[in-house]
């Protein structure tokens, strides 16, 4: 009666949508037995006297019932159960049932009700089936009961009732090494972040094949349950719809993102969702929320589906998204969900937030702003817009246009556009300050208020870099390096905050101790992205300072032509203090690659143009042309031009002092260059110019070793280049050690030593593994990795006795077979592929250790030449460990394939085996020789030439007793079982090496 009812609950369980894989998994036999909660949800129901399982579909609601049924037919006190399934009763028909069970006299002690699938009953129906519950509860009976969260008045009707919340049900670290082991779970997968431990999802890893995918089965379960939660949150009309469907569309982030917008959430709605909804990954402590699935394509169909049902939800999420600083997701959702109608007041709400977080595109498009456009009936946010993604992107003539009706409307502006977006655009203008007709306008004591967030980060970025390019070179960093550690960076892009890397690297690389290999990649990887995003005037910066960091590191420059490109789009910026810094780099790169000549050029232009004030640029121009002159000039001139150098000067500067070293230093002139040291070493100790005396030292070569030769360690160290940084060694061959760490999703079938298969990780032992035709399929399939097998093939070697139409239905079941055996679904991995005739293994998620041998034996014997004899080794000892015995040969069939194979593997391991001891026998290297010596002889033990290299390496080991008993033993062999002698080769070695020892072999 019990198992009819079983089977009854699950059919419903599968119809109902409820359950769907736990259900799936009870028909298949793989039910997972959950004793700690049914342990707990029994004491607390003999406790209480009734308990109610409250959680949504899919958290095995189903499966937990019946198992706490059969835990109660085993108990001596409870033992009587009835089991109903209230989901196929109306209320009357349940009435009537729980009625009759009240007339009845229990038969023990405390006998069991469980109901499963309790409806959402009208008023007069709920308080019949209160009423019948009650009466049953005063009876002595115990109460199981099962509802959806929807079903409130359910537990406010029994307030004495036990609750097990969705969040009890989830799957325990504890017990998911069960569930990982049963399911064949990979150990490399983020299950809590991948499902949040609900029991239908845990199951679908399975099927996964990426340690931070799910696939799409999962997909597909995660986005089907948050359907059936929604629908029902809407049918009950219950308050957490809203935030559900917002938390949906954000993704994820804080509660404190809704309390900053506006939204309050209240404590016991918060309380609710992490009870009841463990899906929406809500965490009390932290407040914050992550939804599963999110970024997935079956997540976007989502999302799309709850902004067509409710459209302002998802202008509110965008809103939200851009007031917390998440700019890059909520393009992605506007992209995703809005129309004209929502995008175009979004961009008006937040015109420069966009541009800075390198959003221009979006605008733009949003916008559609041809400078036709740009006009009166145009918003004033939306001009702001306009204006901060042209400047971004580089599009200066609808700048200027854009700039010219913002002049026209200042009291628009202070009525329009709040103050710190007002100051992140004024600040972005500054930026920018060099390009004609830009500017903005003066609004008065409206925008007098101190800049925050973004506006500062920029204004700090433009005070260092004029300091930096056109002062003296020395910026203060101590403001804006506190600024740069508390930005809060959630996007792929920060302009303001990418320009202050960009100004601290150029720095480090001409002032200070160089850049650092990950900032140099973090600049990298920003101008990949702004590249990808054509924001070509902020890209041209970026990479003008990693080309800095490169040159001055002593890299070759990748790329080559960013100093004349970035030189270009300070002239359209009409940049000067730019453009001279451009030259002057052009000039450095120039001589790197030894245009001397070209670099003396830019040099004198940067002397002849860079002002007074422009300290740094006239020291770095100095340097070049100094360097660049004294590189390519012959020594004769050089000397006559250092004869009439005025070394009896007392004050000069740091960059005076070094040019005048460094033309002693190439006259070789070196008791001067040594009293001119002496009396400006102060200058030449200038720490914020070493980096700059380096590289041009670096550059004049053999030229500057007698200054080179002065200077102290930490002065005179040329620039780091690539080659001189440790690069962690990596062996060309390594010995296997603990195993192979098996891939997501992949299958292993092992078939040296017998049969063995595994998935990811786990040894597969259903059932179906257990019929000889699986596994010699399997077997014959991965000796023929890489290519199909005919099923006539297979059939005649599987079923030889049997005609062709036989065989043919006999192989379809065992392929079946095979395939169910290996997990393969239709949205997984396809392990068994076939093609016209043929049946073959994916070799791209099948391992085998055959495969691997192969590759291994071919190394060794056929490319041995071409290695070193320890590699060659090496690989020897990989075999080994992979050979750990005769090739499977399945017992059904017919076996003459495998025989024949099991003949081949052996013959290729023996001439291995024999070609690593000759390698370890020529390098001396007598502990490998003996280790592959005993490996041989445990698989050829009667191999002549085995026998004579084992004897050469005991012989070298002074191992003569072993030689002794080897030889006899293989003597005795041979006589008595094959009536023959050991080949002369052998027997002369014996006696050769008995003889030298002077001892008598008994034969």
Known sequence: MAHEQEERIIEQAIDDGTCEREAHAACSGLIIKRRRLVDQIMMKLGESGAAILCAPPGFGRTAVLLQCVSHAQNDAVRRETHLIDAGR???????????????????????????????????????????????????GYELLLVCTPGNRGLPEALPGACLISSRDLTVQPREYSEWARLYSISRSLDVYELTGGIPSLVTMLQFSTDRSYGGALLEQAICALYRKVLKELRRERDALYRPACMMLLLGGGTVGDFE?????????????????????????????????????????DLRREIAERRPTFASRAARMLMKTGRADAAVALAELVLDEKGTLPLVGQFPVQFALAGHAQFVQRVLSTPERLIGRDMTTGALLGAYAS????????????????????????????DAQTWGSAVMLADAWGSVNGTALPDLGGADTHEPTGDALLLKEHTEIYRELIGGAGAPAWDRAERLMRAAKCDNEVNIPLLFLQADRCMDAALHGRGVEPHELERLEQGIKVLTARHLVPVAVRIRLAANIARLYDGEPLVDERCFAEAGTMAVRESDLTTQLFCLAAEGWQSLAVGQAINAHFRGQQVLKLADAGQVFLRSWGTMLERTSYLRHTSRIKIREEAEVIDLSQDECGTTEAWAVALHLSAAQFDSELSAWYSRHKDEMRHERFW???????????????????????????????????????????????????????????????????????????????????????????????????????????????????????????????????????????????????????????????????????????????ASSAQQVIETCLK???????????????????????????????????????????????????SWLVEAALKQAPTREDVIRRAMTVYDRCGRRREIVELYNGHLHFLQHELQDFPEEETREMYERIINRQQRVAMI
């Open 390 to 417: 042209a400047l971004t992107l580089g599009d200066y003539r609808m700048a200027r246009n854009a700039a010219a009706e913002l002049r026209k409307r200042p009291e628009r502006i202070v009525q329009d556009v």
């Open 89 to 139: 009763l109306d209320t009357e028909r349940l009435v009537e049932r729980l009625g009759e069970l009240a007339l009845r006299t229990p038969s023990t002690l405390r006998p069991l009700v469980a109901i499963d699938d309790m409806p959402k009953v009208d008023r007069h129906g709920e308080d019949a089936v209160i009423d019948r519950l009650n009466e049953l509860m005063r009876q």
């Open 260 to 300: 900053r917008c506006g939204v309050k959430i209240h404590r016991e709605t918060m309380e609710r969702l992490a009870r009841d909804y463990p899906m929406f990954g809500l965490d009390g402590s932290r407040r914050t929320f992550s939804c599963l699935g999110k970024g997935t394509s079956e997540y976007d």
């Open 691 to 865: 980096p700059t005396a380096r590289h041009a030292m670096a550059l004049m070569g053999s030229r500057a070793e007698s200054l080179r030769h002065l200077l102290p360690r930490e002065v005179s160290q040329s620039a780091r280049s690539a080659t001189a940084r440790s690069v962690p060694s990596e062996a060309a061959f390594e010995v296997i050690d603990g195993g192979r760490i098996p891939e997501t999703g992949e299958v292993v079938i092992n078939l040296f030593g017998g049969f063995h298969a595994e998935r990811n990780g786990h040894t597969l032992t259903d059932v179906l593994w257990r019929r000889k035709k699986s596994g010699a399929l399997a077997a014959h399939l991965v000796l023929a990795m890489g290519s199909f097998v005919s099923r006539r093939t297979i059939i005649d070697e599987l079923w030889p006795d049997a005609d062709y139409s036989h065989g043919r239905e006999s192989l379809y079941v065992t392929l079946s077979s095979l395939r169910a055996a290996v997990k393969q679904q239709a949205g997984g991995p396809q392990y068994v592929l076939t093609q016209g005739d043929g049946v073959a293994f994916n070799a791209e998620f099948v391992y085998s250790d055959v495969r691997q041998f192969d590759a291994l034996a071919r190394a060794v014997l056929v490319g041995s030449e």
């Open 879 to 929: 075999i080994e460990q992979l050979y750990r015995g005769p090739l499977y040969v399945p017992d059904c069939g017919d076996p003459t394939y495998f025989v024949e194979m099991r003949r081949v593997f052996l013959t290729k391991f023996i001439d291995c085996m024999v070609t690593g001891i000759d390698k370890a026998l020529q390098i001396e290297n007598n502990s490998c020789a």
